[in-house]
T-cell receptor, first 114, second 116 residues
Framework: GAGVSQSPRYKVAKRGQDVALRCDPI?????LFWYQQALGQGPEFLTY????????KSGLPSDRFFAERPEGSVSTLKIQRTQQEDSAVYLC????????????FGQGTRLTVV | GNSVTQMEGPVTLSEEAFLTINCTYT??????LFWYVQYPGEGLQLLLK?????DKGSNKGFEATYRKETTSFHLEKGSVQVSDSAVYFC???????????????FGKGTLLTVNP
């Protein structure tokens, strides 16, 4: 597609519910990133994929967070047993992986845990 | 570790006023520096970037110069427009050993409102 697409745009989950957030990167982009943006804050890194390999998951806040990119294209961020502190906008970005090239961001998924 | 500190705002200006949003960073080595903009209801967009010391990034009338001696990358525009109203994020990235773009470290963002 023309840009990075994320779905759903909005998600309301009851505390304890599992959620899955989807990211469709720009076709052919090798690198894929997930970020978490709390209200009034800058995005914070969660995890990074190069093709299907998850090379860095140091930003995942707990073992309730899990991300995958099994075929090196679409990625899913899963949050198990959601908590109120998980409420945030989850951003996906992709890039070609070439040095100093731009990362393109999706519009994000706004997750509200009630 | 890497960090970015930017003027938090909010900043409110009249149209045609001069804009400066300060940004300083802490990083080892030679990071690449970016300004991203988030317009209301839209995703983050790259505004400009600089990849080495003394480089000047520019786009849409905005400019920022990579100052290694002061570890700064301040955003400036000589004459703002109402359409520039948005949240601006300063960010840096360190390339991995292969030189590919890697994770971005963002500042907290600065909300700019330009009134007619």
């Amino acid at each position: 597609g023309a840009g990075v697409s994320q779905s759903p745009r909005y998600k309301v989950a009851k505390r304890g519910q599992d959620v899955a957030l989807r990211c469709d990167p720009i076709s052919g982009h090798v690198s894929l990133f997930w970020y978490q943006q709390a209200l009034g804050q800058g995005p914070e890194f969660l995890t990074y994929f190069q093709n299907e390999a998850q090379l860095d998951k140091s930003g995942l806040p707990s073992d309730r967070f899990f991300a995958e990119r099994p075929e090196g294209s679409v990625s899913t961020l899963k949050i198990q047993r959601t908590q109120q502190e998980d409420s945030a906008v989850y951003l996906c970005a992709s890039s070609s992986g070439q040095p100093n090239t731009e990362a393109f961001f999706g519009q994000g998924t706004r997750l509200t845990v009630v | 570790g890497n960090s970015v500190t930017q003027m938090e705002g909010p900043v409110t200006l009249s149209e045609e006023a001069f804009l400066t949003i300060n940004c300083t960073y802490t990083a080892t080595g030679y990071p690449s520096l970016f300004w991203y903009v988030q317009y209301p209801g839209e995703g983050l967009q790259l505004l400009l970037k600089a990849t080495k010391a003394d480089d000047k990034g520019s786009n849409k009338g905005f400019e920022a110069t990579y100052r290694k001696e002061t570890t700064s990358f301040h955003l400036e525009k000589g004459s703002v427009q109402v359409s520039d109203s948005a949240v601006y994020f300063c960010a840096l990235t360190r390339p991995n050993s292969g030189g590919s773009n890697y994770k971005l470290t963002f500042g907290k963002g600065t909300l700019l409102t330009v009134n007619p």
